[in-house]
């Protein structure tokens, strides 16, 4: 498994931006299938967006065309830039690994402890 931790959460206000990291500790990180997820409360944890090996990108629909995952491979880490916020992205964001097995079974992977996000003016 690897071990992850992410970073880059804050306080920003309606239309702001916020990027967030996700730095990976273990090997093989290349060949994961890294996403970000997040959970408001009282509500279900969501995916947002996953970037897989080669680099290729899914994104809900909630947050398409402002949210933008990326990966940096020689650094071992993943990033979410954030534009256009809105009172409803905030949320705990958390970062997912998941090798090529869990993936294609669907189970969780490994998961960091999350960042806090607040969109408020």
């Known amino acids: 498994q690897v071990q992850l931790g992410e970073s880059g959460g804050g306080v920003v206000q309606p239309g702001g931006s916020l990027r967030l990291s996700c730095a990976a500790y273990?090997?093989?990180?290349?060949?994961?299938?890294m996403g970000w997820y997040r959970q408001a409360p009282g509500k279900q944890r969501e995916w947002l967006a996953t970037?897989?090996?080669?680099?290729?990108?899914n994104y809900a629909d909630s947050v398409k065309g402002r949210f933008t995952i990326s990966r940096d491979n020689m650094k071992n880490t993943v990033h979410l830039q954030m534009n256009s916020l809105k009172p409803e992205d905030t949320a705990v964001y958390y970062c997912?690994?998941?090798?090529?097995?869990?993936?294609?079974?669907?189970?969780?992977?490994?998961w960091g402890q999350g960042t806090q996000v607040t969109v408020s003016s």
């Open positions: 273990g090997s093989s990180f290349s060949s994961y299938y």
């Open positions: 970037v897989n090996s080669g680099g290729g990108t």
């Open positions: 997912n690994a998941r090798d090529y097995e869990e993936y294609r079974l669907g189970r969780s992977g490994s």
